[in-house]
T-cell receptor
């Protein structure tokens, strides 16, 4: 039972364009969502998060959008840079879930110079 | 400030052998976690510890044991390794701020069981 789904295993985007990564969830108890970035042979690093009381959070080139009615969130990267090439995981948590994160399966983003 | 450190970085075991993966954090976090990452599966929680002296099972605990030695250290033990435990293992810790769920990850241990 995959509660957090990233349906696109991979995505290629030209440098300078917008990258949009998508994530869907099924558990309506989730109230906090995070995006992590992972380079090969390294641990995941936290990128950006959003609480369910918001529908948008922005940090520099990265913006996360949350659509609670659709149980969908997306990460926008504008403009995309070669250093953004990595695997991106979305994760979700619930204040009733003992602080645990549930991760999606990841999307490999490749930025084409 | 090293953050979360893990040892070893790589390990090859034969089926039936045992080993302990070590994790330490220097951020004074109460909560610590062990995950495994397999191709196409994302990160799955094995065990976690909300505070020193407490541990709880995660999504995939079978075949593993953990010890929260002190606030800094959280170890993961494989008593009798199986090929199905070939994976990359990540340790993480979480800030104690009430409304923050961010976890900080170590660099990982790549384990192969033959």
């Amino acid at each position: 039972d995959q509660q957090v789904k990233q349906n696109s295993p991979s995505l290629s985007v030209q440098e300078g364009r917008i990258s949009i990564l998508n994530c869907d969830y099924t558990n309506s108890m989730f109230d906090y969502f995070l995006w992590y970035k992972k380079y090969p042979a390294e641990g995941p690093t936290f990128l950006i998060s959003i609480s369910s009381i918001k529908d948008k959070n922005e940090d520099g080139r990265f913006t996360v959008f949350l659509n609670k009615s659709a149980k969908h969130l997306s990460l926008h990267i504008v403009p995309s840079q070669p250093g953004d090439s990595a695997v991106y995981f979305c994760a979700a948590s619930s204040r009733f879930g003992n602080e645990k994160l549930t991760f999606g399966t990841g999307t490999r983003l490749t930025i084409i110079p | 400030n090293a953050g979360v450190t893990q040892t070893p970085k790589f390990q090859v075991l034969k089926t039936g052998q045992s080993m302990t993966l070590q994790c330490a954090q220097d951020m004074n976090h109460n909560s610590m976690y062990w995950y495994r990452q397999d191709p196409g599966m994302g990160l799955r929680l094995i065990y976690y510890s909300a505070s020193e002296g407490t541990t709880d099972k995660g999504e995939v605990p079978n075949g593993y044991n953990v010890s929260r030695l002190n606030k800094r250290e959280f170890s993961l033990r494989l008593e009798s390794a199986a090929p199905s435990q070939t994976s990359v293992y990540f340790c993480a810790s979480r800030t104690d701020w009430l409304y923050s769920y961010e976890q900080y990850f170590g660099p990982g241990t790549r384990l192969t069981v033959t």
